[in-house]
């Protein structure tokens, strides 16, 4: 015989069923999973007034190897590549729009669209951005390449370091750093005539840093720290024993 089924429980309080609480994701922040999903998702057709480079096209211009991996040099490569492509689009806009450069004009990167507001130039250019569809498209595939790329490298720098300076004394180390480390604010920064990525550094800008160095800078990190010397090892027998555990913990203190 088969059994109808159970009906929802009821609040006692007032005697009629709770509503299901509706499920709502958490916002996705910058990193590795949202840099690869831009690349995956976005649908903005290729404007043939634009000049374009190789990671204007699929997965940044890299086709996954036989296991499903993408090569992280290979991508950086392609996005270096299409940087003077994107410089000659966004100088012919800038002109047309009659914003000049220079000085330098900084586009940073974020699912919230942040810009420069020191400098009135970046309204102008977000006002652009949606009158050039495409050329917005280029800038997100580029800061989403490049964020890709630097936590690629951050966790490969983290990798390296594991076997320099074991698990405990790496993540001490990265407790050190900045919480964005793997994952830092990127922009592109433009003189009239070239594009280059940025990371944000503390309360300044530097260059996107790459592996070789982000592994030295951690290196370097760990050197700098007070290493903690290692307990002198106990007998078995007193390890065990109650009274000697309290006198050893009461040295300690």
């Known amino acids: 015989m088969r059994l109808p089924p159970l009906p929802p429980l009821a609040d006692p309080q007032s005697g009629t069923p709770q509503p299901a609480e ?31 480079g190789p990671a204007d096209f699929g997965l940044w211009g890299v086709t996954p190897d036989a296991d499903g991996r993408l ?23 800038c002109r047309v729009a009659g914003i000049s ?17 020191l400098d009135v130039r970046t309204a102008v250019i977000q006002q652009l951005f949606s009158e050039w569809p495409g050329l917005a498209r280029q800038f997100r595939r580029l800061t989403a390449g490049f964020g890709f790329t630097r936590c ?10 594991i076997g320099r300076l074991g698990p405990n004394r790496l993540a001490n180390t990265l407790v050190q750093q900045d919480d964005n480390h793997a994952s830092p ?48 090892p106990v007998p078995i027998e007193q390890a065990f024993d109650l ?11």
């Open 152 to 161: 690629g490298d951050a966790l490969r720098a983290y990798q390296r370091a």
């Open 22 to 52: 509706p499920h709502t994701d958490p916002p996705l922040t910058n990193g590795f999973e949202t840099w690869f999903v831009h690349a995956l998702t976005d649908q903005t057709q290729l404007d043939p007034t634009l000049a374009h």
């Open 71 to 93: 090569d992280l040099d290979e991508i950086a490569a392609n996005l270096r590549a299409t940087l003077p492509a994107f410089a000659t689009n966004l100088g012919n806009v």
């Open 243 to 253: 009274a000697n555990v309290r006198l050893r913990t009461a040295k300690v203190r």
């Open 185 to 232: 604010h990127l922009s592109l920064l433009f003189d009239g005539l070239q594009v280059w990525p940025e990371e944000a550094y503390g309360d300044r800008w530097r260059p996107l840093a790459g592996l070789d160095q982000l592994s030295q800078e951690l290196l370097e990190s760990a050197v700098l720290q007070p290493v903690r010397a290692w307990a002198k």
């Open 101 to 117: 450069v220079p000085p330098l004009l900084r586009l940073e990167s974020g699912s919230d669209s942040q810009t420069n507001t």
